[in-house]
C-alpha cells in the first residue's frame, strides 16, 4: 500500500489480518471493503466515506478518524478508546455492536437507523448528537452527557435520567416510558 491517499475510491479492498500502519487517508470512498481482524496503527482517516464496508474486530491505536461517515456498515466490536483521535464520525444504517465510546467526546455525533447492541457510552459526551431510530439493546449509559439529544424513535435503551445528563434531550413514545424504570412504577 502507499503511504497516502488522496480522494481516491477504493472498491472491495481486502485487509484481513493485515497490519495497516502509518498511512492517510484524506477525502477517500471505500466501497465494500473489508477490514477483519487487522491492525490499524498511526493511520489517519480524515473526511472519508465507507459505504457497505465491514469493519470487524479491529484493533486500532494512535490513529484519527476526522469528519468519517460509516454508511450501511458492519463497524463491529471496535475500541474506539484506542483509536486516538475520534471526532465527527457518522454512522448511519449500521451495526456497531459491541463498540466502545467510554469516556469521548462526540458531540454532533450521528448514530442514525443503526443497530447499537451492548455498545458502551459510559462518561461520552453525545451532546446535540443525532441518536434517532437506533436499537440501544443493553448498551450502558453511565453519567452520559445526552443534553440536546435526539432520541426520537429509538428504542430498547435504558438512561437513567438521575445520573445521566438528559437536559432538553428529545424522545418518543412508546419508548420514552423507559426513562421511568427506575422509579418501579406500574404504568397501564
Known sequence: ?????????????NLTNQ???????????????RFVDCKIEKCKFISCKFKGC????????????????FDSCKVIGI???????????DFR???IN???FRFLKLQRTSVTSCEA??????ETDLSECNLTNSDFERSIFSHTNLSKANLKGARNYYIDARENNVKKAQFSLPDA???????DVIIE
Open 79 to 89: 475500541d474506539w478508546t484506542k483509536a486516538g483521535r475520534v471526532q465527527k464520525i
Open 1 to 13: 500500500m502507499k503511504s497516502d491517499y488522496y480522494r481516491e475510491k477504493l472498491k472491495k479492498l
Open 117 to 122: 447492541k451492548e455498545v458502551d457510552f459510559t
Open 98 to 100: 459491541y463498540s466502545n
Open 54 to 69: 465491514v469493519i470487524s474486530a479491529i484493533n486500532v491505536t494512535n490513529s484519527s478518524f476526522v469528519d468519517v461517515q
Open 177 to 183: 416510558l423507559n426513562l421511568l424504570n427506575i422509579f
Open 19 to 33: 497490519e495497516v500502519k502509518e498511512i492517510e487517508f484524506e477525502d477517500c470512498e471505500f466501497d465494500e471493503c
Open 93 to 95: 444504517s449500521c451495526q
